[in-house]
């Protein structure tokens, strides 16, 4: 695959490519065009441009401090960007104030009210639309709060509700005023891990049922592969990568997208022959490897950096048919419970960490045992920096 | 705290004849206050000084309060000693300095005459109600101010945030989340200028004179002139009473408001 063929799910999603090159497949909800932030004389975010589309639903995945809350307050309005333009559907909304953007937010800690009971905290927004009469405003709150399973709860006081509960309420108060875009700032962040699952599969069902634009803050990164439909990578106030939840996983760009998003193994090399899109890379100590190269970064000169995913080592006779395979040493296994991660050193005394599901052929190799080790080329990719 | 309250308790239940205390026990000292307009008057002019006083505070401490606790980061210790400062200084220097800015021949109308703003002085500037008021506020304030910016500290500067989000303009924000959130300190600092205001004798006579004449002189007048300790008792459990009353309904109307009520919480 050569980059200019490389299918992208988007135009625009890309900050490191010309954004207007392809025109978005669907109707874009939200669209920021080279957006950035800075505090002082520090950039937090540099010039981002993506798009959300109708329905869709988009995670800003990054580490903290990446700067994916500040572009998330930037569209609500309660950070003023820097640089850039942010259209909600056709509408320029950079200069409007936070009240003026149809875009709401499920906050970090649900900031609710504490002060009003759970109907007056659902209430709100309806309120200060002046639209409704009270018959209609009660109408729907009630339809908000059974659409987050809280029927009942109207008048009770959020203090004495759980972590779960307080995380519905926000989201009813969020989309009961029926914005054009929802966005979430870690919602899930303060509940505990089982509870998180749960929730999250509830948020996956409210955003097919309402077909809202969702976007989704978060730094976990099985979050924001299980739920969204297209994931963008952000790093230090730059885009790294943009894409489906598959591609960011299989074919990471940079070194960063590679260890980020399911701890890739990145080896090094430099470039001794090539074929196409196929390269053939020195990895040291009489070792080669066949990988894929779809951007053409590699050189004779310069090491360059590949990945290979834990996932897509073989071992024994099933990597005798692999296009890269060689004879190794098994240094060290744990069991992870659904899966086994086997340490394995190559001969010239390179690491690679490789997983396997728990209970199959390949998981049950002693340490110290010497086998075979292989991985398709297609599975090894060159990082373009 | 009790003895002394107690000892004028029984005082003004006791009665004066002939330059001496007479040990019966009578309600006469307070029938006679209830009678008497002037005594009355003299309270309720004390409350109103209290109550205007309280009112003008508090509409300068809420902006003041909360600029402070949205707007002011590292510099806050500073600006918390600028505000604290009056309070360091005695009390008969800020009265002083006050005259000297607020008299016929003082500093305001000099500088207004000088400018041709008036031809004559303002009399009402000095030893006048608006005195007392001004002085009494400046003298005061610190308090109301320290108790709501508390209170505002406190506030989750999120909560704003989710207000405008969900889309509530300023003046809705203020009203619905900023003022019902800083309720308890309002609440606080109304009791803690209100209370001493209204029971003010030094600061109102030093501003007012003869305007500035409330009950505390005629109290202050039964305990050192008159020698009457027990009509000066009734007359300070007259004063403490209706304080009491009127902080007593302003709680109540406080704890009526739907958005305290709510914050107070009652369960369902």
Known sequence: ?385 | MLGPLTIMVVYSLWRVENFSVVQNVSFDNYAYLIGSPIYIWLTAKALLYGAIVTIVTLIISVPVAYFMARHIGPRKGLVVTAILLPLYTSELIRYFAWRTILGTEGMLNGALLRLSVISEPIEMLSFSPVAVIISLVHVYLPFMILAIWVALEALDPALLDAAMDLGARPIRMFGKIVLPLAMPGIIAGVLFVFIPVTGEFFGVNMMGGTTGFTITNAINDQFTSAFNWPLGSALSYMLLLSIGVVVAVFLVIVSRLRMVRNYVGREV
């Open chain 1, 1 to 385: 695959m050569h980059a200019s063929t490389r299918p992208r799910t988007f135009a625009g999603v890309d900050a490191l490519e010309d954004k207007y090159a392809e025109p978005a497949p669907i109707e874009p909800i939200l669209r920021l065009s080279r957006v950035g932030k800075d505090f002082g004389s520090t950039r937090v975010v540099h010039d981002v441009s993506f798009v959300v589309g109708r329905g869709e639903f988009v995670s800003l995945l990054g580490p903290s401090g990446s700067g994916k809350t500040t572009i998330l307050r930037m569209i609500a309005g309660l950070e003023p960007a820097s640089r850039g333009e942010t259209y909600l559907k056709s509408e320029r909304i950079d200069d409007k104030p936070p009240y003026e953007r149809h875009v709401t937010t499920v906050f970090q800690d649900y900031a609710l009210f504490p002060h009003m009971n759970v109907f007056e905290n659902v209430a709100f927004g309806l309120r200060c639309q002046r639209l409704f009469s009270e018959a209609e405003i009660t109408k729907r709150v009630h339809n908000a709060l059974s659409l987050v399973r809280l029927n009942g709860y109207e008048q009770r006081t959020v203090r004495n509700l759980s972590g779960g509960e307080r995380q519905r309420v926000a989201v009813a108060r969020a989309v009961v005023t029926e914005p054009t875009l929802l966005l979430l700032d870690e919602p899930l962040g303060a509940l505990d891990l089982k509870l998180r699952r749960e929730t999250g599969k509830e948020l996956r069902e409210l955003h097919r049922r309402l077909g809202l634009a969702f976007l989704y803050v978060t730094h976990d990164q099985e979050e924001a592969l299980s739920m969204s439909d297209r994931v963008i990578l952000v790093h230090r106030g730059r885009i790294e990568q943009a894409g489906a939840p598959a591609e960011l996983f299989w074919r990471p760009r940079t070194k960063f997208v590679a260890e980020f998003i399911g701890e890739a193994n990145v080896l090094s090399g430099t470039l001794v022959g090539a074929e196409g899109s196929r390269v053939q890379l020195d990895l040291g100590g009489g070792v080669t490897c066949l990988a894929e190269d779809p951007e053409g970064v590699s050189t004779a000169a310069k090491t360059v950096d590949f990945a290979i995913r834990g996932e897509r080592i073989m071992l024994g006779s099933e990597a005798a048919s692999c296009t890269n395979h060689y004879l190794a040493n098994i240094a060290e296994v744990r069991f992870y419970g659904s899966l086994v991660e086997l340490t394995i050193v190559l001969a010239n005394s390179l690491r690679l960490r490789a997983r396997f599901t728990a209970g199959g052929p390949q998981a049950g190799l002693p340490p110290g045992a010497t086998t075979e080790v292989g991985w398709d080329a297609s599975s090894a990719v060159v990082l373009t920096e």
